[in-house]
């Protein structure tokens, strides 16, 4: 098992910064890949970006690419998430996720290809 838990979730005005963290235990961190979603109102889950278990490698939605950036600290079992210029329609709540896996070089996309799952942290974005 793996638990997770984000924090750093809030309300900030367009054009501001957020950076989301997500806390891992349970397992070893290394041999995880990472991900963040999001949820918008009324919508479905979506892919935000996705991170090796190296942290070599990152990718991210178009939506959001340029603005956000992915991290992780495998000292701290540490998930990071910066987001800059913030937009109204990066409203939602953030989940981050985890999958175990033995490819060093995979980003995973979907939120099928996750096992575990923290409990969301809401961003809100006025304009």
């Known amino acids: 098992q793996v638990q997770l838990v984000e924090s750093g979730g809030g309300l900030v005005q367009a054009g501001g910064s957020l950076r989301l963290s997500c806390a891992a235990s349970?397992?070893?961190?290394?041999?995880?890949?990472m991900g963040w979603f999001r949820r918008a109102p009324g919508q479905e889950r979506d892919f935000v970006g996705g991170?090796?278990?190296?942290?070599?490698?990152?990718e991210y939605a178009d939506s959001v690419k340029g603005r956000f950036t992915i991290s992780r600290d495998n000292a701290k079992n540490m998930l990071y998430l910066q987001m800059n210029g913030l937009k109204p329609e990066d409203r939602a709540v953030y989940y981050c996720?985890?999958?175990?896996?033995?490819?060093?070089?995979?980003?995973?996309?979907?939120?099928?290809?996750?096992?575990?799952w923290g409990q969301g942290t809401q961003v809100t974005v006025s304009s």
């Open positions: 996720a985890a999958r175990f896996t033995p490819y060093s070089h995979t980003v995973y996309y979907t939120d099928r290809d996750y096992t575990y």
């Open positions: 991170i090796t278990p190296s942290g070599a490698r990152t």
């Open positions: 349970g397992r070893t961190f290394t041999n995880y890949a």
